[in-house]
């Protein structure tokens, strides 16, 4: 009986030792998924600095362009050529504000998104935790059987026999 008991109480530790490593994995991994998410932010920043430095670059050679056919033909910078490049000028600006803002609101999802796989390795950590206590209060209840338990304070008799003994053995003999 010994040994069916021991190795129900093994079984018991081993159950609640692998509810708590599945836990900590599920942890590790949603933190390796939250630092991928937060540098592909950074990636995405880093790309979008790049892609407005290069939209501005092709903005400054197209009004560059712009001021030198206006030049090359003889009309004057003032008037509407001025209105035409200050009109461009605007739209590039439009352009480039647009490119920042997409970047960040890409970089915000990206965030949001490392910080909800961060909570899911929290939560997955506490359920692990909570299956463990589970299994140990299952594992150690199955272990106890009140018909072979000791009780204290009564008598190893049988109730016939402790009734015989207080009753002055009448009907034993």
Same mark, same amino acid.
């Given at each position: 009986?010994?040994?069916?008991?021991? @190795?129900?109480?093994?079984?018991?530790?081993?159950?609640?030792?692998?509810?708590?490593?599945?836990?900590?994995?599920?942890?590790?991994?949603?933190?390796?998924?939250?630092?991928?998410?937060?540098?592909?932010?950074?990636?995405?920043?880093?790309?979008?600095?790049?892609?407005?430095?290069?939209?501005?670059?092709?903005?400054?050679?197209?009004?560059?362009?712009?001021?030198?056919?206006?030049?090359?033909?003889?009309?004057?910078?003032?008037?509407?050529?001025?209105?035409?490049?200050?009109?461009?000028?605007?739209?590039?600006?439009?352009?480039?504000?647009?490119?920042?803002?997409?970047?960040?609101?890409?970089?915000?999802?990206?965030?949001?998104?490392?910080?909800?796989?961060?909570?899911?390795?929290?939560?997955?950590?506490?359920?692990?935790?909570?299956?463990?206590?589970?299994?140990?209060?299952?594992?150690?209840?199955?272990?106890?059987?009140?018909?072979?338990?000791?009780?204290?304070?009564?008598?190893? @008799?049988?109730?016939?026999?402790?009734?015989?003994?207080?009753?002055?053995?009448?009907? @034993?003999?």
């Amino acid at each position: 009986m010994c040994t069916l008991a021991l @190795l129900g109480l093994a079984g018991t530790a081993v159950s609640v030792g692998g509810a708590l490593m599945q836990g900590v994995q599920q942890q590790q991994l949603a933190g390796y998924q939250a630092k991928a998410y937060e540098q592909q932010a950074r990636a995405d920043a880093q790309s979008a600095a790049f892609e407005q430095r290069q939209e501005r670059r092709k903005q400054d050679l197209l009004e560059a362009q712009a001021r030198a056919r206006a030049g090359a033909s003889g009309v004057g910078i003032a008037g509407s050529p001025t209105e035409v490049l200050a009109a461009n000028a605007r739209q590039g600006q439009v352009d480039l504000n647009a490119i920042r803002y997409s970047s960040e609101l890409r970089q915000n999802n990206l965030a949001t998104q490392a910080a909800i796989s961060r909570f899911q390795g929290k939560q997955a950590m506490t359920a692990s935790i909570f299956r463990a206590g589970g299994g140990l209060i299952d594992g150690l209840s199955g272990l106890y059987n009140p018909a072979k338990s000791v009780t204290f304070g009564g008598s190893s @008799l049988s109730r016939r026999a402790s009734k015989a003994i207080v009753g002055g053995y009448a009907g @034993l003999y």
